[in-house]
């Protein structure tokens, strides 16, 4: 989730009363706000918000069903979640692939902070920072071909 989406502020009320209810489902019910961890969001592969998946075992799968609390306990309690089919193992958020897409979400954060650094601290005009950024990226580029 995400504190400015409004699919996850009209899901939050229902989401709290799941993981109240979850003691009682022998689950565990969390939630990630993907603006503080985007290393999770890019192993997750999410793309929209809210994103739920249900993981038992090292095995994921994404819930896809409507968001009512009767229907997230069903989910659970009919052991619903075994005909839908898992994450492909590629895609899986503990595959190495994933971490690296992991990676690339926490490199894309850091280059936001110093771009905001660039133009917000030292006063460095927008487009001096993206210059910065096309000279770092070209000899990144060269000595890495050499």
């Known amino acids: 989730y995400a504190p400015w989406c409004p699919a996850c502020q009209q899901i939050e009320l229902t989401w709290e009363s799941f993981?109240?209810?979850?003691?009682?489902?022998?689950?565990?019910?969390?939630?990630?706000?993907?603006?503080?961890e985007p290393g999770l969001s890019g192993r997750f592969f999410v793309?929209?918000?809210p994103t739920i998946y249900h993981a038992n075992d090292g095995?994921?799968?994404r819930y896809r069903g409507s968001r009512t609390l009767e229907d997230l306990q069903g989910y659970v309690l009919e052991r619903?979640?075994?005909?839908?089919e898992p994450v492909a193992g590629w895609k899986s958020p503990s595959s190495l692939m994933m971490h690296g897409m992991a990676g690339l979400f926490h490199l894309s954060g850091w280059i936001r902070q110093i771009h905001s650094y660039l133009t917000g601290t030292l006063g460095i005009h927008?487009?001096?920072?993206?210059?910065?950024?096309?000279?770092?990226?070209?000899?990144?580029?060269?000595?890495?071909?050499?």
């Not at 619903?80 to 839908?84: G, I």
């Open 19 to 36: 993981a109240k209810e979850s003691e009682h489902l022998d689950i565990t019910v969390g939630k990630v706000d993907v603006t503080q």
């Open 47 to 49: 793309t929209t918000l």
């Open 59 to 61: 095995v994921f799968r």
């Open 80 to 84: 619903k979640w075994e005909a839908v």
């Open 126 to 146: 927008v487009w001096i920072s993206y210059a910065i950024f096309i000279l770092a990226t070209l000899l990144i580029g060269l000595f890495l071909g050499l």
